[in-house]
């Protein structure tokens, strides 16, 4: 440290070391970015929630959506159409509130509707739904 003229203590910026100071960073909850909805900060329907980041949806186009929609249908042949969830929110916990393309559910549908978006089955367990990436297809 250095001292001004009026013997107050300055801090030197070339003491610290960049690589060791980390910005911190917020990291949003699925109730927070509700409220924000609220406020008409957010557009409901234009983010997903990923690790407690507000990432903007992208655009789709229309290779996406067409291979978006052979995925759904070929889990709804597998799994069947009540349990499969086409670009809707999953719940899988306080930071994380993503829209794979497709996904398959535990409950039905029409069973959402009292439990609101679906969740990981158990504690720790890990959500698997296949995502169409827009590039490449």
Request: charged letters at 30%; aromatic letters at 6%; a neutral charge.
């Amino acid at each position: 440290m250095t001292s001004t003229s009026r013997d107050k203590p300055v801090v030197s910026l070339k003491q610290f070391d960049p690589e060791e100071i980390e910005p911190r960073r917020k990291q949003w909850t699925r109730d927070e970015c509700f409220q924000l909805m609220e406020l008409g900060i957010l557009e409901e329907a234009r983010f997903e929630l990923i690790h407690g980041d507000i990432i903007p949806k992208m655009t789709q186009h229309e290779r996406h959506i067409f291979t978006c929609k052979q995925v759904q249908k070929a889990l709804e042949a597998v799994f069947g159409e009540e349990r499969v969830r086409a670009a809707a929110p999953i719940a899988i916990g306080v930071h994380e509130e993503p829209e794979p393309d497709a996904a398959v559910v535990i409950r039905t549908g029409r069973e959402y509707l009292s439990f609101g978006h679906p969740r990981p089955p158990k504690q720790g367990s890990r959500l698997k739904s296949p995502t169409v990436p827009s590039a490449g297809i």
